[in-house]
């Protein structure tokens, strides 16, 4: 008979933490890494904003996207958005529009902006 082995503690697939304020802090040393010069502004500038500052932040192969939690489930009904190049962004929305934004802060306000009612404002 074999012995069981207990299961491994749930981990994040993309290994940037459980934690919001973990994953934030991941998600820029990771960009820091690597030659990703727009993604890491925007990153930067999502960052800095309260309102998407206490969401979840991941990637995808090139869309930032933000959940209300840094678990599963992942929620996939908040807004993306991805370089373009040239200074320029693009916003998927919730309800799977896409709107251009011609810099970084244009486009986390886009962000922001198509952000559902029911998320919460930080404190």
Do not use: K
């Not at 930067?44 to 904003?49: D, G, H, Q, S, T």
């Amino acid at each position: 008979m074999s012995e069981e082995m207990p299961a491994a503690p749930w981990a994040p697939v993309d290994g940037l933490g459980e934690v919001v304020e973990e994953r934030w802090r991941r998600l820029h040393e990771r960009l820091g890494v690597r030659d990703a010069s727009r993604i890491r502004e925007l990153v930067e500038a999502a960052r800095a904003e309260p309102r998407l500052r206490v969401l979840s932040p991941g990637m995808t192969l090139c869309w930032l996207r933000f959940s209300r939690r840094a678990t599963p489930p992942i929620c996939f009904d908040l807004p993306l958005v991805r370089a373009l190049g040239n200074g320029r962004y693009e916003v998927r929305t919730c309800d799977g529009r896409l709107q251009e934004g011609p810099g970084t802060a244009e486009a986390v306000a886009l962000v922001v902006a198509e952000l559902p009612t029911d998320v919460p404002a930080p404190l």
